[in-house]
C-alpha cells in the first residue's frame, strides 16, 4: 500500500510559477512510476507528466517547455515545477503511482493522492 500526499497548489497569477510537491510512503518508492494529472469540473482527468523509475520522463503537448517532473528518490518525493503558468492550467492536480516501469503518457495507475488545487488567475 502506498500513500501520497501532495502540496504546493494554490493561487497564482498567470505566467508566474508553483512547485507541486507529493511525498510517498513505504520503502519501494524508486520502483514506482509517478504521474501528475489534473481535473477540471464536468471534464475527465488529464495526463500532464510522468516520470518512470529509471528517470524517463513524458509530457502533455499543452505543457511540454513549462512544466518539469522530477523526483527525489531519497526523499520519496516526486515534484512538478509549473512555470509559465495559464488561466487554462486552473485545475485539480492529483500524484499518481504505478508499479514498475510505465513508459509513455499513463493514465492508469495503481494509487492516487488526493490533490491540489492550482488556480491561475489571468
Known amino acids: 500500500q502506498v500513500t501520497l500526499v501532495e502540496s504546493g497548489g494554490g493561487l497564482v497569477q498567470a505566467g508566474g510559477s508553483l512547485r507541486l510537491s507529493c511525498a510517498a510512503s513505504g520503502r519501494t518508492f524508486s520502483s514506482y512510476t509517478m504521474g501528475w494529472l489534473r481535473q477540471t469540473p464536468g471534464k475527465e482527468r488529464e495526463f500532464v507528466a510522468s516520470i518512470t523509475n529509471g528517470g524517463i520522463t513524458y509530457y502533455a503537448d499543452s505543457v511540454t517547455g513549462r512544466f518539469t517532473i522530477s523526483r527525489d528518490n531519497a526523499k520519496n518525493t516526486v515534484y512538478l515545477q509549473m512555470n509559465s503558468l495559464k488561466p487554462e492550467d486552473t485545475a485539480v492536480y492529483f500524484c499518481?503511482?504505478?508499479?514498475?516501469?510505465?513508459?509513455?503518457?499513463?493514465?492508469?495507475?495503481?494509487?492516487w493522492g488526493q490533490g491540489t488545487r492550482v488556480t491561475v488567475s489571468s
Open positions: 499518481a503511482a504505478k508499479d514498475g516501469f510505465s513508459g509513455g503518457q499513463v493514465r492508469e495507475y495503481d494509487y
